[in-house]
């Protein structure tokens, strides 16, 4: 059979744009190299716990059509993110805001003691232009702050010394004059409840999906079967590394199952010091507020990324982005293939970024 589309990747943006072509009455074909759908979003019910098995996603945004679109395929309920920081054992509330403050400095209890003593820490800086992560940071929020809450943290997420990092990774930091531990701004939060994996199947309900196939078993075989594809994948493979590789980051999740009803008392926290190998553990039952006699927590460790290796975060400083723009011209100038999501367009997206995108490329070609 002839198909309209085939979909590389049955992740967020491919179902997006799945549900919408079929509606417009397009035949989709997707093809998934994993054994499931919905890419890194994908939830299993473990010990009746939706298990979010490639790490945390708190669906957020500010636009309520992207809001309205969700809930049309799962009801969300109303968790709200709170991340609570482990330094060597003392824990801190995140975003900093003032509850952070006040447990950090004792003697700093209102808005304008927290602005004078972020003031002071940082005047080491005045003057200068940051030229790495680090600086950056201490000119934003202090010594203190970098140091317990971003210096370990951020070593361990990108496998270099702050030092080594750019400032533009952490060109504005949260810092809130108020006591609110919510981690978004935006308007519209939740977790869908029973999980996000029933809302991609719903999206692809009207698709033909074969799972464990790997696009690159045969790709010319795959890029006839269509008129055209839509590719999720990493860019630099499609084009065969031609340009040279790219450079990611990976992840390695270590899941268990606790015989306690309770383990940390919050779906996130992040461990900060350098000396512990993992960035965070998740606790998934209290993403909807779990009554279950057991718990399942997993433990989230960076990693580096080598071929062969799953690529979670585009490392999108300036040698990568200027590869990446070599890649771009060469999707640019053929017309079979569209490149989407994080991987194929080699940036970092939220959910609600990921299914605008989709919106964006169905409202140009569908």
């Keep these: 059979m002839q198909y309209d589309y085939l979909?590389?990747?049955?992740?967020?943006?491919?179902?997006?744009?799945?549900?919408?072509?079929?509606?417009?009455?397009?035949?989709?074909?997707?093809?998934?190299?994993?054994?499931?759908?919905?890419?890194?979003?994908?939830?299993?019910?473990?010990?009746d716990i939706n298990v979010h098995l490639y790490g945390a996603h708190i669906f957020h945004t500010d636009n309520k059509d992207i809001w309205d679109y969700v809930n049309s395929f799962a009801q969300f309920n109303r968790y709200t993110n709170s991340p609570i920081a482990n330094?060597?054992?003392?824990?801190?509330?995140?975003?900093?805001?003032?509850?952070?403050?006040?447990?950090?400095?004792?003697?700093?209890?209102?808005?304008s003691q927290a602005k004078e003593r972020i003031a002071q820490q940082a005047s080491v800086m005045a003057g200068k232009t940051p030229k790495n992560l680090e600086e950056q940071a201490i000119s934003l929020v202090g010594q203190d702050i970098y140091e317990r809450l971003i210096k370990g943290y951020t070593q361990k997420q990108w496998g270099r010394e702050c030092t080594e990092l750019p400032p533009s990774i952490i060109k504005r930091l949260p810092v809130r004059l108020v006591f609110d531990n919510n981690y978004f701004n935006d308007r519209y939060q939740g977790i869908p409840i029973g999980g996000y994996t029933q809302i991609i199947e719903k999206m692809f309900a009207s698709c033909d999906i074969l799972l464990n196939t790997d696009f690159f078993d045969d790709k010319e075989k795959w890029l006839s079967k269509a008129d055209k594809v839509i590719y999720t994948g990493t860019i630099d493979r499609f084009f065969d590394y031609s340009q040279g590789q790219l450079e990611y980051r990976s992840l390695r999740f270590e899941t268990q199952t606790l015989d306690c009803d309770n383990f940390q008392g919050n779906a996130v926290i992040n461990y900060t010091d350098s000396q512990t190998p993992y960035t965070r553990i998740i606790e998934h039952k209290h993403f909807e507020?779990?009554?279950?006699?057991?718990?399942?927590?997993?433990?989230?460790?960076?990693?580096?990324?080598?071929?062969?290796?799953?690529?979670?975060?585009a490392v999108n400083d300036e040698k990568n982005s200027a590869l990446y723009q070599k890649y771009k011209a060469l999707a640019d100038s053929q017309n079979k293939v569209i490149f989407g999501g994080r991987l194929g367009m080699y940036r970092y997206f939220d959910m609600d970024d990921t299914i605008a995108a989709a919106f964006e490329l169905c409202n140009k070609i569908l």
């Design 87 to 111: 330094y060597k054992g003392a824990l801190y509330n995140l975003p900093f805001n003032m509850n952070t403050f006040n447990k950090i400095w004792p003697d700093v209890v209102t808005p």
């Design 289 to 313: 507020f779990g009554t279950q006699p057991k718990t399942v927590i997993t433990k989230e460790y960076p990693a580096s990324w080598k071929l062969g290796d799953e690529p979670y975060y």
């Design 7 to 47: 979909l590389v990747g049955a992740g967020l943006f491919n179902a997006t744009f799945a549900h919408q072509a079929t509606k417009a009455g397009k035949k989709c074909l997707v093809i998934e190299k994993r054994p499931h759908v919905a890419g890194n979003i994908y939830t299993q019910n473990i010990e």
